[in-house]
């Protein structure tokens, strides 16, 4: 898995790129639930704005636009 190499690669930049997509909160849709692209298993880094990707909702397990936004209360290091 990607996060595995990078992480035995690049401790350093790992942890970056964990506070960075813990930051980036991923919104269904469809029902509005949320979850960091970091636990949705995707990572994030350097973003700008916010974007849209496809991806299927955990919580009402439907294919839909997932908006990717920053957190507003998250300060990026
Ligand atoms: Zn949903």
Request: charged residues 30%; positive net charge.
């Amino acid at each position: 898995m990607l996060r595995t190499l990078i992480r035995s690669l690049f401790p350093g930049l790992m942890h970056r790129i964990e506070n960075e997509s813990r930051g980036w909160m991923m919104q269904c849709r469809k029902c509005g639930h949320e979850t960091s692209v970091w636990d949705y298993g995707g990572m994030r880094y350097g973003g700008l704005g916010p974007v849209y990707r496809l991806g299927r909702c955990r919580e009402c397990h439907r294919v839909s636009m997932l908006r990717v936004y920053k957190r507003d209360d998250f300060a990026s290091r």
